[in-house]
Every structure is written in C-alpha cells, then in structure tokens.
C-alpha cells in the first residue's frame, strides 16, 4: 500500500496529471524498492504493520508492508488523505487473499467483496465517549408485592450473582419508616418494620456486590404520616433521616443517588405533571442535604422523566444546580430502536449537559418497549420473546454510542410489582395483575405456571452485557457500520496500567451480515477472547447456545461463552457473522488478557 503525500495545491488539473507520473514511476520502481527495503528509511509502524518512509521524485512517499504478502504482492496507491477512515486499508492488510488485485477505499466503512465482509468497524480506544460508565442494570425492587420465602429470595441472589447487576434504582415510601408525628411533630420512626427489612435484604446485596444503587422515593407520603401535602418540609426531612440512617447507622455505601418521586411529569404522578411543584419539593430536599452534608455524598437525580424536563433542569439555575445527575425513563416503540434513532438522542442529551451543566452524566433510570403492552394490567408479554433482548441490547448499544452512562431495564423479576387499576375488582386474584416486565417471575410456580419462573431468552443477552461492560468502564468510539440495523460498542476496562477489553454487535435486520471489527490501538498483541452469541437460528425462542434453562432436577442452567477465540490480532481485525436479529460480545475479561491500548 503506496501513499504518495500531496502538495498544498488543490489535486486537480496540473496535479493529477503530475500524480499519474507519479504513479508510473512507482509502479516501474516497486520491485527494486521491495528488494532494496534495508536501504530505505523505516518509520514507525501503521496500525501494526510495517511502514517505510521514501521518495520519487523528490516527492515523499510511504509504503505499508502486509505481514503476509498475497502473492505477486499486489499494492494499492493512496495518493491523499492517508490515514483518514482506514477501515478498509487495515482490513486489506490483513486479509488472506487469492492472489487476485484487491481494490477498495480508505474513505468507506463497506469494503470490496474481496475482503469478505459486508463493512469494517474501527475501534478507535483513544476516544472516549463516558469515562464512567455506571453499567448496565435493572430495577431491583423489595418484594412488597407478594411476599417471598427464604429459599425464594436465595435463588433470585444466585441468578443475580451469575448475571451480574452494576447499575439499579430502588424505590420506596415514606410510611415504611415513618409511622406518623408526636405531640411536638416530631417523626416516630420505625426502622425495622417488614418493609424496611425487604429493603435491607436487597442493599445487603448490592453493597456485597458493589452494585450503583440510585434509591428514592415512589410518591407522596400517605397522610397516616402526619405530613401535609408535597410541599410540606416535613417529608424532606424525613427523607434525609431516611438517607442518614441507610448511609450511617446500615453503613451502605453503595448508594450514590437520589430519585424524589418517579416520573414526575406524569399525569399519574404526585406531581400531576406541575415543574414548579416538583422543583418546590426537590428544593426543599437539597436544602436538607445541604443542611446535613448529605449533598457531597449522594446526588439527586433530575428528572426521572422525560426530555422536556431534562431540558427544563438544564435552563432552571436553581435545578441545574442541585442536580447530580441527569435521568429519564424511556418506554419506546421498537421501530425507535431499529431506526437507530436513540443513539442520536442520547448523543443530543449529553452533549446539551456538557454544554450546560459539565460534568455530571446522563443514564436511563427505566426503560423498555411499548409494543405490544397490555396498558390495563402494565404487563408486556413479548419479555417471552428472543427478539426483545436483541432490542433492548440494541437500545444499549445506541445508548453507549451516544455517550450515556448506563441504563436499567424495567424490571428484573414480574413478582415484584403489581398494578393498581381502577378495572381491578375486589374479587380479583392479585397474582393476574402482576406486572410481566421481567426476567423471571419467581412466584410462578406456587401460582399454577411453573415455566414461567425460569430464565427467559433475554436473560442471556442482558446478562453478556452486564458482565462485559462492568461499572467503571471507559465506553470508547466504534465507527458506523453503514449497514441498517448492525451497530457496534465498544468499552476499555483498567487494570492496572493495562486494560481489558470488550466490543458489543448487534444485528438488529432481517439479512445476515459479516462485520470485521478492528482495534488499531491493539496491532501486534495476540489475545484470548471469550464469545458470547445471543443468536435464534432456528426460532424457536431460545438461544441456540442455551436451549435448556433448567436440568432434569430443575435446578437452573446459566449461559456461558459459545466459544473462546485464541491468538486474535485486534489490529488486523476480528471478523464476526451476525445472523439476522442477533447480538454478540467478546471480552477479554473472561480470559484474563490485557493489552496496552496506545
């Protein structure tokens, strides 16, 4: 591969001309300048490969030497802009070819049959898009719905543990340990009570883990508590001895955030959808937090809602500044995801709030699909379907390419919540209005639908995503793919002064597709990687890697890597096959391997 280096005159007219000399001259000088290579200055290498430095003519001149020429040792001219969009000229370095002419541009992600790949994917590891990226996760929610036993609760640990849960939001009341007002109007607590003992069991879990716990409250608090309405500061009081207690005296530290009362804009909410009454309430909340220092170590979440309120906080001074971060709820159509549409929208969130408000991140608090939901009892049956966990994988990855600092699902387990409706009669059985959202539902088998408690497809492909991508990654720049529905991640994980890495694809089309993913920065260090393949080749709802989710004594079977993938080049590319409506990632974490990104 020549590149020849151009003048400052624009390439056209006299300069063609001179540069179809040029190329002549290069091609009657290539074989002496092959065999001449110990004569010919060396400079440093190219994405891994060899590169020489040279003139004709007086002109400058490189050349980038394959590590295996093809034979006749074919070689394509650059003659400006080397360097710009290489996917395809790394891709062809690396490329075992047929001793054919190979052709192809440097300026596109498609690249020529020849390579036999339908697009390159460049990983660019010097660009970071979110430093810290807080995971990907699921709202964990005490079991206050249906009370769970002992053996219950320990088998939803187990399948966590296995999965893997970085990020979650965590939800409760103001009742749950306020039980009303003295003569004086002092709060009456009661930190023990069995809903406060719920909590406690999933903190315990998630401090034992290391999990990023946003926490907050649901509502406003029932009048039994004594306080008076929304904007009574009696509840940010109660709400910061809540704080108190959970960071002080239980000692977790686990807890980073604050969410004051959930999807605020909302005519269902507390709020009804009034701005000036939520930011009243959230203002009286951070002045508590101020008051006590509690500020400096939990940061309170604007909105929980959607974009309009994210924008209203980024031009609220007084919102902007007591925000700690920046969270909203997505529930979208699924045409939204395979558009490719989110990732523009998160790209246009985080770059408002590094504009407005720097330094402070944006991540999805809830989300989910809307097709197909049941509105009356809130319950989406299509978490039974393969094709949910590749779009919601889809939606992680746009998120990720956007920038965002992470996501939680809506909800890990159906046993968790049920749906109050006003079509609800008394006579009802509660267990017909849980909300199917989950990954399981753990109660299912005392209530007559064994099947339902075990693992859905989509538990495989969330749980590839929480483990490779954990708390803490740096998230970093892949390139467009240029193909509908094929979109790349791609995260660096440190350890040490050495890093990990991870890479996401997900091909979310009705056509199979081969993508090369390149790492330039990785050239020349050969790594073990592990493979995760979320893939339905002969739909039947289940993950061809994983066909059986329970043994013969119903104990549960957890997905593990489909393979492991020895001595691979990153710099001269991984080639992938994406099946139609699939996902897939590889890591090196598994495997122990690191690498030094440049």
């Known amino acids: 591969m020549i590149f020849t280096k151009p003048s400052t005159v624009h390439p056209r007219g006299t300069r063609i001309r001179r540069s179809l000399v040029h190329g002549t001259l290069l091609t009657i000088a290539l074989g002496a300048l092959i065999a001449a290579l110990p004569e010919v200055a060396k400079g440093d290498d190219w994405n891994g490969y060899e590169k020489i430095d040279f003139s004709v003519g007086g002109r400058g001149a490189l050349l980038v030497a394959p590590k295996q020429p093809a034979p006749g ?18 891709a062809l370095l690396g490329e075992e070819h047929d001793g054919k002419p190979v052709g192809g541009s440097a300026r596109s992600n498609a ?167 939520w930011r009243s309430v959230v203002t009286n909340l951070h002045h508590e937090f101020v008051e006590r220092g509690l500020d400096k170590r939990i940061g309170i979440a604007v909105a929980d809602a959607g974009k309009e309120w994210t924008f209203k906080g980024l031009d609220d001074d007084r919102v902007r500044a007591l925000a700690g971060v920046y969270e909203e709820h997505w529930y979208l159509m699924n045409k939204s995801i395979l558009s490719g549409g989110m990732e523009k929208e998160t790209r246009e969130r985080v770059a408002a709030i590094r ?57 890990l387990d159906d046993a968790m919540h049920q749906k109050a409706s006003r079509s609800r009669k008394p006579e009802d059985d509660p267990y017909e209005w849980r909300k199917i959202w989950g990954f399981w539902d753990i109660v299912a088998a005392s209530r007559g639908n064994p099947e ?12 590839m995503m929480t483990r490779c991508f954990p708390a803490g990654c740096k998230t970093i720049a892949a390139a467009p793919s240029g193909l509908d529905g094929v979109r790349v991640a791609a995260a660096k994980i440190a350890d040490g002064d050495k890093w990990h890495l991870s890479m996401a694809a997900v091909n979310n089309s009705d056509q199979e597709r081969t993508v090369r993913l390149v790492v330039p920065a990785a050239a020349g260090q050969p790594v073990t990687l592990s493979k995760f393949e979320y893939v339905d ?21 957890y997905p593990t890597p489909t393979d492991t993938l020895t001595k691979v080049d990153l710099g001269a590319g991984l080639v992938v096959s994406l099946p139609p409506k699939s996902a897939l990632c590889v890591t090196t974490i598994k495997e122990g391997q690191h690498l030094t990104l440049r």
């Not at 990720?400 to 699902?409: E, S």
């Not at 339902?452 to 749980?463: I, K, T, V």
């Not at 039947?540 to 890697?545: A, L």
């Open 73 to 90: 040792k074919h070689w394509i001219w650059r003659t400006e802009f080397f360097g710009v969009a290489p996917q395809a000229d790394i």
């Open 111 to 277: 690249v020529s049959d020849a390579t036999k790949v339908d697009a390159v994917v460049t990983v660019d590891a010097d660009k970071v898009l979110e430093k810290n990226f807080l995971g990907v996760g699921a709202q964990f929610s005490p079991y206050d719905a249906y009370k769970i036993s002992a053996s219950d609760f320990q088998l939803v640990c187990q399948r966590l543990d296995h999965m893997g849960l970085p990020l979650t939001r965590i939800m409760l009341m103001a009742h749950w340990y306020c039980k009303g007002l003295d003569d004086k109007g002092e709060p009456i607590y009661d930190w023990d009570t069995w809903l406060m003992q719920l909590l406690y069991k999933n903190l315990d879990w998630c401090e034992k883990n290391n999990t990023t716990v946003m926490i907050g409250e649901w509502a406003r608090p029932p009048s039994r508590t004594g306080i008076k309405g929304l904007q009574d500061p009696r509840w940010a009081r109660v709400v910061a001895d809540c704080v108190e207690h959970l960071l002080d005296d239980k000692g977790y530290t686990c807890i980073k955030y604050f969410n004051m009362i959930n999807e605020p804009q909302g005519s269902w909410s507390s709020t009804r959808g009034n701005w000036d009454l």
């Open 355 to 411: 504009e407005k408000d720097p330094g402070k991140a944006f991540f999805l608090g809830e989300c989910g699909l809307h097709d197909g939901l049941d509105h009356v009892r809130d319950q989406q049956k299509n978490v039974f379907n393969f094709w949910y966990g590749v779009s919601m994988t889809d939606l992680a990855i746009q998120l990720m390419r956007g920038g965002g600092a992470g996501l939680v699902v809506w909800v």
């Open 452 to 463: 339902h408690r075990n693992l859905r497809p989509w538990f495989y492909a969330w749980s």
């Open 537 to 557: 080749k002969d739909n039947d709802n289940r993950v061809d890697s994983w066909p059986e989710v329970v043994d013969a004594n119903g104990n549960d079977i």
